[in-house]
C-alpha cells in the first residue's frame, strides 16, 4: 500500500538554527498539506499546495517558515531561524484528485529546539 | 471559524466495554466529518468518514460514527472495544462550501484499554 514518505523522523536542533523536512506525497497525488502538531492537540494546517501552487498558506509564520513544491511532487517545509515554541510534530499529508477531501499522512518529523 | 470540540481527553476502559467518543463542531454549512486514529507509534490513519446520506457510517475494525445535524456531532461508537484498540482518536472537519480542502482538528481522546 502506497504511503505518504517523510524524512527525517527525528530532529533536534539549536535555537535559531536553520532546519527543513521533507515530504514525498503518494503518487498521483496532486494536493499535499504540511501540518504542525503540538503535543496534547490536534493538527493544524501550515500550508496546502495544489500541484506546485500554494492554495492556502494563511497560518504559515510566513517570517520564519518557508514551503515549496517545485515540480508538483515532493515538498521541503523549512524553519530559519528555528525557535522553542517550534517544537512540534510535522505532518505532511497528500490527497488524490478524484477524493480530494480525503488526506492521507505521513509519519511526522519530530522536532525539538533545545 | 470552524471549530472541533472533543470533550474527552481520556477514556479508560475495559476489554467489551462498549465505547462512544464525543465529537461537536461549530459550522452552519455543510460539512464533511472524519475519525482519524493514532495507533502508538504510528502514523495518523482514517478510521471513517461521512460526506453526505446515511448519517450513520460504518469504518475499519467495527467503528461506526452518528452524524446528528441538529445537535452538530459526530460520535464514535464502537460496542465492544479490544486492547488493540489503544490509540488516540481526532475528529475533523471540512467546510464542504468553503471549497478548502483543509480539515480541523480536535484536541484528540486518548484511548486505554485494559486487557
Known amino acids: 500500500e502506497a504511503e505518504v514518505a517523510q524524512s527525517p523522523r527525528y530532529k533536534i536542533t539549536e535555537k535559531s538554527q536553520a532546519v527543513a523536512f521533507w515530504c514525498d506525497p503518494i503518487s498521483g497525488h496532486a494536493t499535499l498539506y504540511w501540518y504542525r502538531q503540538i503535543l496534547g492537540q490536534g493538527p493544524e494546517l501550515l500550508v496546502q499546495?495544489?500541484?506546485?501552487?500554494?492554495?492556502?498558506d494563511s497560518q504559515l509564520p510566513k517570517d520564519r517558515f518557508s514551503a515549496e513544491r517545485l515540480k508538483g511532487v515532493d515538498s521541503t517545509l523549512k524553519i530559519q531561524p528555528a525557535e522553542l515554541g517550534d517544537s512540534a510534530m510535522y505532518l505532511c499529508?497528500?490527497?488524490?484528485?478524484?477524493?480530494?477531501?480525503?488526506?492521507?499522512f505521513g509519519p511526522g518529523t519530530r522536532l525539538t529546539v533545545t | 471559524a470552524q471549530s472541533v470540540s472533543q470533550h474527552n481527553h481520556h477514556v479508560i476502559l475495559s476489554e467489551a466495554a462498549s465505547l462512544e467518543l464525543g465529537c461537536n463542531y461549530s459550522?452552519?454549512?455543510?460539512?464533511?466529518l472524519f475519525w482519524y486514529v493514532q495507533y502508538p507509534g504510528q502514523h495518523l490513519q482514517l478510521l471513517l468518514k461521512y460526506f453526505s446520506g446515511d448519517p450513520l457510517v460504518k469504518g475499519i475494525k467495527g467503528f461506526e460514527a452518528e452524524f446528528i445535524k441538529s445537535k452538530f456531532s459526530f460520535n464514535l461508537r464502537k460496542p465492544s472495544v479490544q486492547w488493540s484498540d489503544t490509540a488516540e482518536y481526532f475528529c475533523a472537519v471540512n467546510a464542504w462550501q468553503t471549497g478548502a480542502n483543509n480539515l480541523f482538528f480536535g484536541t484528540g481522546t486518548r484511548l486505554t484499554v485494559i486487557p
Open positions: 459550522y452552519g454549512g455543510t460539512v464533511n
Open positions: 499529508a497528500s490527497s488524490p484528485p478524484s477524493r480530494k477531501y480525503e488526506q492521507y
Open positions: 499546495f495544489q500541484d506546485e501552487s500554494v492554495v492556502d
